[in-house]
């Protein structure tokens, strides 16, 4: 019987995965990573724990955010949250622009926090290295920490992990994640103030969603990775933008070898972003309106080849966000030109397009009995009434599809990790 509210999250398809509530209290919580369910918190079956679980759910966002403690101005803001202000621009050091999934703005500006004193430390994810397939949360204290975790990783990630140590010391530590991480830590900071200051800066990645195990595995099997490899490194962008995804292994012997190369858009398309999770589908906040700063691709001026040197879109949510951007580029770890508000709408219109969508597939699940998550304040049926008619009309029925081809009703069980 199900009894906690953590387990609930879980099996009713609302989890993100953020990590935070086994972070926090992992003597009662563990994250698993299923293949198909993605990297999800599992409580420990013992009274206790259960009683955990029920302080564990005041810093969880998965059940919805309350868009209305974010100042908002403007249409603009209404539909992507707070823009203070927007660049276009990358980082100055040459190889961490190379390695980035765009400009490496994330990185420098990850960077510019350690050497301005901001911060002694940064939670973020890198691959793990004994297992590339999958990521870890882990905090960075210098240049070349923050470089293994450079570029996109487009699978599981429980970043939020890091809060329990960030809790538990007195180090100030900048968090960079994903806007569903990002909505968890703002949350978190509400429930424990003391977080404010040990978390003096939040940067969100713009994410599409996160596929799973099992969209890892074929995409090793397109780039020619024998099935019984060991792993050495998975790339899935940078080296240029957007970059190629390659992977290199070993064999018994320790050799080591090259996969084939794909492009970043036959590897997102085609094998990848099929393996996103339900709950990443109906998340109506891919681009981080609760962070300080936030970053994505400008895809509005696209690279004319994969290895073409990256450019960041870079958005200022917060007045705390805005200086410390202009400190960055003042001190030249970051290049950037100024941009008008209204640029992540031409940058990222496929996520413009996806929030309209979630009013429409929210609807289509409610209908059916199934819960969704509560998101106060943000204005969904606005974005949704503007698209097309046959936009908003298969975001109805395609949900109905997929809730009986997935049968979306029945609850999540998290196995154990293979």
Not at 43 to 57: C, I, R
Not at 85 to 108: K, L, M, Y
Not at 216 to 235: F, H, K, Y
Not at 334 to 357: C, F
């Amino acid at each position: 019987m199900i009894d906690d509210p953590i387990t609930r999250m879980v099996t009713r398809n609302l989890c993100t995965g953020c990590g935070a509530c086994a972070g926090l209290f992992p003597e009662a919580i563990t994250m698993i990573e299923d293949p198909l369910h993605g990297r999800r918190p599992v409580v420990n079956d013992d009274p206790a724990s259960k009683e955990v679980a029920e302080l564990a759910s005041a810093f969880c966002a998965g059940a919805g955010s309350d868009w209305r403690e974010l100042p908002r101005t403007d249409i603009i803001d209404a539909n992507w949250g707070p823009i203070l202000a927007a660049w276009e621009g990358w980082s100055s050091d040459p190889q961490i622009r190379h390695r980035g999934s765009s400009g490496g703005a994330v990185t420098a500006l990850a960077l510019h926090s350690l050497f301005a004193g901001l911060a002694s430390g940064v939670a973020h994810v890198a691959a793990r290295q004994d297992d590339p397939r999958r990521n870890e949360a882990v905090i960075s204290r210098g240049r070349a920490e923050l470089l293994r975790g450079a570029g996109s990783r487009y699978a599981q990630a429980s970043p939020a992990e890091a809060l329990g140590q960030v809790a538990a010391g007195t180090e100030s530590v900048v968090f960079v994640g994903k806007p569903c991480d990002i909505a968890t830590v703002r949350r978190a900071i509400s429930a424990d103030p003391s977080l404010d200051n040990k978390v003096p800066l939040t940067i969100a990645i713009f994410c599409a969603g996160a596929p799973n195990l099992i969209g890892t595995e074929r995409l090793l099997s397109r780039l020619g990775v024998p099935s019984d490899r060991a792993i050495s490194e998975l790339r899935y962008r940078g080296n240029g933008w957007p970059g190629t995804m390659q992977a290199r292994w070993r064999d018994a012997n320790g050799e080591e070898y090259h996969s084939a190369e794909i492009t970043y858009a036959e590897g997102w398309g085609e094998f990848l972003q099929s393996e996103r999770r339900w709950r990443c589908r109906i998340c109506s906040d891919h681009t981080g309106a609760f962070a300080d700063i936030s970053v994505g691709d400008p895809w509005h001026a696209p690279p004319s080849g994969d290895g073409e040197a990256g450019r960041s879109l870079i958005v200022a949510r917060t007045e705390r966000g805005r200086a410390f951007v202009e400190a960055a580029i003042r001190s030249g770890a970051l290049i950037a030109e100024p941009r008008q508000r209204d640029v992540i709408a031409r940058a990222q219109p496929n996520l413009a397009a996806t929030h309209g969508a979630v009013w429409g597939r929210r609807l289509a699940m409610r209908m059916g009995g199934l819960p969704t998550p509560n998101d106060v304040g943000q204005s969904l049926f606005s974005q949704w009434w503007r698209l097309p008619a046959r936009q908003k009309l298969a975001s109805i029925l395609g949900t109905w599809r997929r809730i009986v081809r997935e049968r979306l009703w029945r609850p999540v069980r998290i196995a154990a990790e293979g």
